[in-house]
């Protein structure tokens, strides 16, 4: 028998959140051709130009496996090109290609009307509140994973 109902469980609902907003997500990338991991990928490709595969996948919180995986399925779409560093040869510079860049740019209009769909859902006051308080969760759990 368990001492904490499911209903009374913090992680249970922000799970779901989670869940709710990665379906949305999905569907919204879908017209694109994009899964939601490889939209990550493309919106912080696009804010860091060259950034490694595993300061990528870093970003995206996904393993560096997952990360190769997903790259590999861009760069096949030509999506993103991967160049030797200038000075660091074992290290791949990852950029967007022009059609990579067409390609987020539709795949980002539709994921922005959910996160603004999201967003209207609360007042700003209740947005900040929000943010403020999972990060708190965050700040929490990875510190709790961390003196384990």
Known sequence: MTTLPASERIGSHIK????????????ALKPAGLTVPQYAALLHLS???GISAAALARLCGVT???????????QERDLIVRTPHEWHRNV?????TKHGEAVMDEADG???????????????????ALVGLLGRC??????TRASR
């Open 92 to 96: 791949l510079e990852t950029r967007l």
């Open 64 to 74: 560096p496996p997952t990360m190769n995986t997903v790259l590999k399925n861009l």
């Open 138 to 143: 965050a700040t929490l759990l990875d510190s």
């Open 16 to 27: 779901r959140a989670e869940r709710a907003l990665g379906a949305a997500k999905h569907a």
């Open 47 to 49: 804010e860091k130009p």
């Open 110 to 128: 539709a994921a922005v009307r959910v996160e603004r769909a999201l967003a209207a859902e609360f007042t700003e006051e209740e947005r900040a």
